[in-house]
């Protein structure tokens, strides 16, 4: 029950980055396109890759907690299981 407790907690962490990191992203670039750069010269190659890059750590956390889950209902069954 800890386990789902705590995936629920990182997915609902992991969430929360990603939708503040995109808003950021686009606040900044409709900032760059309207207010300061009207010829609408925006690269969006850079926030892509930091999204990509956010995606793969966010990715590797989720991954991580699975295998320690896995690993702690296995170490808790063979305790069990000793007399």
């Keep these: 029950m ?3 407790a ?3 907690a990182m997915i609902s962490i992991a969430l929360d980055l990603v939708i503040r990191a ?3 992203f686009w606040t900044s670039a409709l900032v760059d396109k309207y207010l300061l ?3 609408g010269s925006v690269d969006m190659t850079s926030q892509a ?3 990509g890059g956010m995606g793969l750590i966010l990715t590797t956390l989720r991954r991580t907690l699975a295998r320690v889950r896995l690993l702690r209902n296995r170490a808790q069954s063979t305790q069990d299981l000793s007399p």
């Design 37 to 39: 750069d009207p010829e």
């Design 6 to 8: 705590v995936l629920a």
């Design 22 to 24: 995109s808003a950021a």
């Design 49 to 51: 890759l930091q999204q």
């Design 2 to 4: 800890f386990s789902m």
